[in-house]
Every structure is written in C-alpha cells, then in structure tokens.
C-alpha cells in the first residue's frame, strides 16, 4: 500500500487547508483510514480518524469542531479539511492506514504511512 498526501503549506491564522491522500496497492475500502501530526521536538500525535465506510469519525480534542475527516472511496482517497487554523497546528501531517479496523488513536496500529506534507500557520 502506498499512500501519497498533498494538499499542504503556508496559511495565515484562521485560514483553512484542505488535505488529501490518495491510497493505492489495495482495497482502499477496508482501510481504517487516519491523519497524525507531529511538530519539531515533538512526538507523532493522533488528529482524527474515520472508519472504513466513513460512519463513524473521531477527533482529538484540540482539533474538534474545527476540523473534518472524510473519504471517497471510489477515489481512494481521505481528505481532512482543516478550518480556522492555529499556529499550534502547524506541523508534519501524516495520513496512515490500518487494515485491522481496531479504529486506534495511537500510531503503532497502523501499518501504511505516507511521506508527510508540511502545514506552517503564520501568525
């Protein structure tokens, strides 16, 4: 499984970003799918995740209410529209997924990562 994101860079405080990443390899379909960030000197931290048919969504609370997880997956791709951005949400964003369904808050359960795109919110 290879997943690719995009949709990344420079916005000011209260702009938005929408996020993309786009699966291939395998059945996109099965796939718990999740979005993790991780700020310099800091760990990988859980932002959301969404279940394979898209039902059932879950955000950490420093992202709820101001951001939302979706899927197409006729198009293999989940998406995380990010509103009202912070200068605490900048960081490497990173969009994982988990074959298992165990719909885990925490990186170590998921199997397929991509690369990262860069989110910096200038102040």
């Known amino acids: 499984v290879h997943l690719v994101e995009s949709g990344g860079g420079l916005v000011q405080v209260g702009g938005s970003l929408r996020l993309s990443c786009t699966a291939s390899?395998?059945?996109?379909?099965?796939?718990?799918m999740a979005w993790f960030r991780q700020a310099p000197g800091e760990e990988r931290k859980f932002v959301s995740h969404?279940?394979?048919?898209?039902?059932?969504?879950y955000y950490a609370d420093s992202v709820k209410g101001r951001f939302t997880i979706s899927r197409d997956n006729n198009k293999n791709t989940t998406y995380l529209q990010m509103d009202t951005l912070k200068p605490e949400d900048t960081a490497v964003y990173y969009c994982?997924?988990?074959?298992?369904?165990?719909?885990?808050?925490?990186?170590?359960?998921?199997?397929?990562w991509g690369q990262g795109t860069q989110v910096t919110v200038s102040s």
């Open positions: 994982a997924a988990d074959p298992d369904g165990i719909l885990a808050r925490t990186a170590p359960y998921y199997d397929y």
């Open positions: 969404i279940s394979e048919t898209g039902d059932y969504r």
């Open positions: 390899g395998r059945t996109f379909s099965t796939f718990v």
